[in-house]
């Protein structure tokens, strides 16, 4: 079992080529990525299990959410709270975001509220690039810091 403090940005640096890197990328892509690069970091036909926008899947609904996060929020960071290397080049990683809401996000126009909220998302990585995601994080607890 692995536990860490750690931002994914730190051990995207700290980390060996891997799958298990591939997944800090992931996550460190909506603190500092650029989204015209996302095909950095998805496979161009990804499979999301649970799409924040239904009709927009796969890496257009990546890139929208990864938009609109950066676009709602500043000082982004995402800590690795536990990560697990899977068989057949799956990783499990639990986080946790801090950020400062400053900008419209779901429809909620900025607070310049601090805010922070967990997930747990399931990635399969092939080809260097994450493939397949599964993902959970706790939007109930976000929408009340904001104060919809």
């Given at each position: 079992m692995?536990?860490?403090a750690k931002t994914a940005s730190e051990l995207v640096r700290s980390t060996p080529p891997s799958p298990l890197q591939v997944a800090f990328r992931e996550l460190e892509f909506f603190d500092v990525g650029d989204p015209a690069r996302i095909e950095d970091v998805f496979s161009p036909d990804l499979i999301d299990?649970?799409?924040?926008?239904?009709?927009?899947?796969?890496?257009?609904g990546m890139r929208a959410l990864v938009e609109d996060n950066r676009?709602?929020?500043?000082?982004?960071v995402h800590r690795i709270l536990f990560y697990r290397e899977l068989p057949d080049d799956w990783v499990l990683v639990h986080w946790e975001m801090t950020a400062t809401h400053t900008g419209e996000f779901?429809?909620?126009p900025?607070?310049?509220k601090p805010v922070a909220l967990k997930g747990i998302d399931i990635f399969h990585?092939?080809?260097g690039k994450v493939a397949e995601i599964y993902h959970?994080?706790?939007?109930?607890k976000l929408a009340q810091q904001l104060g919809a």
């Open positions: 692995e536990t860490t299990h649970n799409p924040a926008t239904p009709e927009k899947p796969g890496i257009e676009a709602g929020f500043t000082n982004s779901l429809g909620v900025a607070t310049g990585i092939v080809d959970v994080e706790e939007m109930l």
